[in-house]
């Protein structure tokens, strides 16, 4: 049965008949798009999550909406036939069509690029992910935008040459915000700073790595307030990377017992409490077995660190917390004592009476 059978064409203009007939093409292609999306596309995209391969991951992704809106295009251009437009409006509405397609295509392509340059800089250069995808989306909006230009009619090489007079002009005027960006490019290819790493600058500021972009690094604090410092203060800083090569990192305790302390059981004693707290605490090397090394006869007491190992530097801060808290109870336990600063004074010649 026909779809307009029910409708009685003679009663309406022709203009309205026209607008329709185009409006139910448009609904017609727009809801078949829908159909495809939620039930194909979406097909595809779960095969594609249950996959060990990326890249149809990154495909998947890139053509979300494509099927409903690309439908949707085509329905307005299989639709324009059925109205009346003057034949004068046929080159008008081809370019239209053609910027259209060009427009759609560039969004999908961008899409898929931006995830193939952010899957390869994850692997490559960890820290350049949002910088490459800027990189990435200013070339594709340049060259689409020529593209964009030349199929309009309008002459590119003219253009070019613009662009280039132009692009020295703007290099002096942004000098700072280029130096910013490749010095980030250089931080990046160095491979000395990356994404959660733990760092420290010469100037103070110290924190994890959460995001290198194209002017400026993120570092994340442990008390979770965010430094800002630009690229080029990164690069020309010193830099304490305390996550580089190896992720975990020594832990000191200093502690001070009595003169008249048995030694080997102050030792025995601190090293099974080390023990516990590197069973308790998250973030401790399991396979380092905690260290008492002696190494001062102070003023009142005899000195010694107590060394454990972290991969996590924030539960460094925890870690000395609950030791210092379980030493001293197990001291006062086993009768282990942390003396008080002691004074010896030593006074000459004969007191005087009274």
């Avoid at 194909?40 to 099927?67: C, P």
């Amino acid at each position: 049965m026909n779809i307009f059978s029910a409708i009685d064409f003679s009663a309406i203009s022709g203009t309205s008949r026209a607008l329709l007939v185009a409006g139910g093409i448009i609904l017609g292609f727009s809801l078949l798009g829908f159909v495809i999306e939620r039930i194909i596309v979406a097909s595809l995209r779960r095969f594609a999550a249950s996959t060990n391969f990326k890249l149809d991951d990154i495909v998947m992704s890139s053509l979300r909406g494509v099927a409903r809106w690309g439908f949707f295009l085509l329905g307005i251009f299989a639709g324009l036939p059925a109205l009346p437009i003057p034949v004068s409006f046929s080159d008008e509405i081809t370019l239209a069509g053609r910027l259209t397609v060009l427009v759609f295509s560039l969004i999908v392509l961008g899409r898929f690029a931006n995830g193939i340059a952010a899957h390869y800089a994850n692997r490559l250069f960890p820290s350049s992910v949002s910088l490459t995808k800027i990189i990435v989306n200013v070339v594709l909006m340049t060259i689409g935008v020529l593209i964009i230009f030349q199929t309009i009619g309008i002459k590119i090489t003219p253009i070019l040459g613009a662009l280039g007079v132009g692009g020295l002009a703007v290099a002096l005027a942004l000098q700072d915000t280029l130096a910013n960006f490749f010095s980030g490019m250089q931080v990046m290819a160095s491979k000395q700073i990356n994404l959660g790493d733990y760092v420290q600058l010469d100037s103070g500021q110290e924190g994890f790595v959460s995001d290198i972009s194209w002017r400026a690094a993120t570092l994340k604090m442990l008390n979770n307030n965010v430094v800002v410092v630009p690229n080029t203060k990164l690069a020309q800083s010193i830099v304490t990377n305390f996550s580089l090569e190896e992720r975990d990192f020594a832990v000191r305790v200093t502690i001070g017992v009595a003169y008249d302390s048995d030694l080997e059981k102050v030792e025995r004693v601190t090293i099974e409490e080390a023990r516990k707290i590197a069973e308790k605490i998250e973030g401790a090397a399991k396979t380092f077995e905690p260290l008492v090394r002696y190494h001062t006869f102070g003023d009142s007491s005899i000195q010694f660190n107590v060394i454990m190992r972290y991969e996590d530097f924030g539960a460094q801060f925890l870690a000395q917390h609950e030791l210092v808290k379980a030493l001293h109870k197990r001291y006062q336990q086993e009768g282990i004592e942390i003396p008080f600063p002691i004074r010896t004074v030593l006074v000459r010649g004969e007191m005087p009476a009274g």
